[in-house]
């Protein structure tokens, strides 16, 4: 067999996957075929790298963390995630959010109506005008539905609103503005989070940066509070420094929130 | 009061007995009580997937930390029935990603190539394994993690394909060629390694110094 048979064969035959009769085949051609007798030794070799270990204080910091997360977290917007159930197509429509979905598809029906019925040959320019005003229109409803899902009752549709959000490339400021709120005052944490989240990827924005730094001032939830940190710490704005001095020095902060300004003050300097 | 110890240490046993996957059932409906098993399982192996394929110790801790962060902000989207080993790699996959498109390498990335400590009980087996590690290190980076995956992981192929949105022959061929480029890797370090020896009377390697600055 050629080495290009058994190259095939060599990755199963690494694992132990190999029927009896294929493994004899390929422990037959690497008795006679010093390459392919080498890769199967660098393989076995592997095992000369040791196991690493993580350090000791890897556990410690995880139970922080976790600590963090269950007292930041709203026990009433936990309690709502869990209460919560679909109530079919209809409600769905019934709701802001499936109203503005409606719009968005009797809007599509419309064009595609207008443009098959009008049988037009050829797209002149004002078409293709008309398509990218129609093109503009879509994305405004896609933000209104954004929009309206922010607003939602529900902590998981509020959640889905935020994330809905990330496919849009370029955000209405209207759509900023909305998230920056959630940021702020959302009583869920994992909502807060996500809208943290979107909010990075438009970092092009001054605004939003000034929004991220301002909403740490505010913020209850130790766990928000140190991916806001982190946030800053990656945007390193001029105010950065002097904003997370003055963070660092409020009474009642939590120790580990405040272990987190001092290591990212140490990364700014 | 001796009860209550007693039907508590059962539940303990019990959780740690669970499927992973039940565990992070309960963690997505819960509070994230039994991260803490589903964290015993795996931030060991998941610290060595990051080490064996940074080489960056400090880095690889706070990737694991930021995977079990990860895994309760993204909790409510682990749906039943998902296997958790394939999901839990994902997150380390993504959360790697993420790090290094918020830090490029060559700005703060302070790699921390120091070889990893070896095994004392051969002087040739130790040499040879710190061989083994820069041979790793050279190549680039998706054929190392296939790599570590396969070898180190115990991820099966067809676990590794879904993984890397592939198909098996595609896994399978990649290890393939991987394997073939560290062998190659491996024997050139080893002439060059006999070459210095001869050289400067069998010199120990120095591992290289540290690149980038002290923060």
Redesign the interface.
């Known amino acids: 067999m050629k080495c290009e048979e058994i190259?095939?064969l060599?990755?199963?035959y690494l694992?132990g996957?190999l029927k009896a009769e294929q493994d004899d085949l390929v422990e037959k051609h690497i008795a006679e075929c010093a390459?392919c007798r080498?890769?199967v030794?660098?393989?076995k070799?592997?095992s000369?790298?040791?196991?690493?270990?993580?350090?000791a204080g890897?556990?410690e910091?995880?139970?922080a963390?976790?600590h963090a997360?269950?007292t930041g977290?709203n026990d009433k917007a936990?309690a709502e995630?869990?209460r919560e159930k679909r109530g079919g197509v209809w409600s769905w429509l019934r709701s802001p959010v499936g109203a503005v979905a409606w719009s968005a598809a009797l809007l599509v029906i419309g064009v595609f109506a207008g443009n098959s019925l009008g049988n037009r040959p050829t797209h002149s320019m004002a078409d293709q005008g008309e398509i990218a005003a129609m093109h503009s229109e879509l994305t405004n409803m896609r933000q209104l539905v954004v929009l309206s899902m922010l607003q939602q009752q529900s902590a998981?549709e509020r959640?889905q609103g935020v994330s809905y959000s990330q496919r849009e490339g370029q955000l209405d400021p209207q759509v900023v503005a909305a998230l920056v709120h959630t940021l702020r005052y959302d009583n869920s944490v994992?909502v807060r989070?996500?809208a943290l989240d979107a909010l990075s990827r438009h970092g092009g924005q001054p605004q939003v940066h000034r929004d991220v730094m301002e909403a740490l001032q505010e913020q209850q939830s130790p766990l928000v509070q140190v991916a806001l940190i982190d946030q800053m710490l990656?945007w390193r704005d001029a105010d950065t420094a002097q904003r997370l001095r003055n963070f660092a020095q409020s009474p009642n902060l939590n120790p580990t929130v405040r272990q987190r300004a001092d290591w990212a003050l140490?990364?700014l300097n | 009061m001796k009860e209550q110890k007693r039907a508590d240490t059962e539940n303990d046993q019990a959780m740690k007995l669970a499927p992973d996957e039940d565990l992070m059932l309960e963690v997505r409906n819960g509070t994230g009580e039994t991260l803490g098993v589903l964290f015993d399982r795996y931030h060991a192996p998941l610290y060595n997937f990051y080490a064996k394929l940074t080489g960056d110790r400090t880095l690889s801790e706070d990737l694991v930390q930021e995977v079990f962060l990860r895994i309760l902000r993204y909790r409510q989207s682990y749906q039943a029935g998902t296997p958790f080993r394939a999901w839990i790699y994902q997150i380390a996959r993504n959360a790697r990603v993420d790090h290094y498109r918020k830090t490029p390498r060559h700005i703060t990335f302070e790699p921390e190539m120091a070889p990893p400590v070896m095994p004392k009980d051969s002087a040739q087996q130790s040499e040879e394994a710190e061989l083994l590690h820069r041979a790793l290190m050279q190549m680039p980076e998706e054929k190392r993690e296939i790599l570590i995956l396969s070898r180190f992981q115990e991820l099966k192929y067809n676990e590794i394909a879904r993984l890397l949105g592939c198909e098996l022959g595609t896994v399978k061929t990649r290890i393939h060629r991987a394997i073939q480029e560290l062998r190659q890797n491996f024997k050139q370090l080893e002439r060059g390694q006999l070459n210095s020896d001869k050289n400067s009377g069998g010199t120990k390697f120095v591992p290289p110094r540290r690149a980038g600055n002290e923060v």
């Open positions: 190259g095939e060599l990755p199963d694992q996957n390459d080498e890769d030794a660098i393989w070799k592997l000369l790298l040791p196991v690493e270990q993580p350090s890897s556990r910091r995880f139970e963390m976790l997360y269950q977290r936990v995630l869990g998981s959640l994992d989070l996500a990656e140490s990364k």
